[in-house]
């Protein structure tokens, strides 16, 4: 089993900037993909930005050049920079993981996907005022 506990949401006007953090614990040997989705009231969920084991880096067309992924040397923290923020950057952002034995492939959008390959965290809010 694995835990992850986000933190860093706020409230911000367009154009600015957050950091999310995610801490993992538990087994977390058992993750081979990390990442980040969110889900806005009344849409799908989103797959926002992912990392590898290698670090390599993934992210939704509508993020890219705005938010960046990294995480620690010892993959115990996981963050999301977030900058040029606009209101429909709006969500609850989920930090989420892929088991090493998932093998469906479309790792960034299967972080959003609910099942027994994933863990969740319990998201943190972004609000973007205009």
């Known amino acids: 089993q694995v835990q992850l506990v986000e933190s860093g949401g706020g409230s911000v006007q367009s154009g600015g900037s957050l950091r999310l953090s995610c801490v993992a614990s538990?087994?977390?040997?058992?993750?081979?993909?990390m990442g980040w989705f969110r889900q806005a009231p009344g849409k799908e969920r989103e797959g926002v930005a992912g990392?590898?084991?290698?670090?390599?880096?993934t992210y939704g067309d509508s993020v890219k050049g705005r938010f960046t992924i990294s995480q620690d040397n010892a993959k115990i923290t996981l963050y999301l920079q977030m900058n040029s923020l606009k209101p429909e950057d709006t969500a609850m952002y989920y930090c989420?993981?892929?088991?090493?034995?998932?093998?469906?492939?479309?790792?960034?959008?299967?972080?959003?996907?609910?099942?027994?390959?994933?863990?969740w965290g319990q998201g943190t809010q972004v609000t973007v005022s205009s």
């Open positions: 538990g087994y977390t040997y058992s993750i081979g993909y």
């Open positions: 989420a993981a892929l088991k090493r034995r998932y093998s469906g492939g479309y790792y960034l959008a299967a972080l959003a996907y609910q099942g027994p390959d994933n863990y």
């Open positions: 990392i590898d084991r290698d670090g390599t880096t």
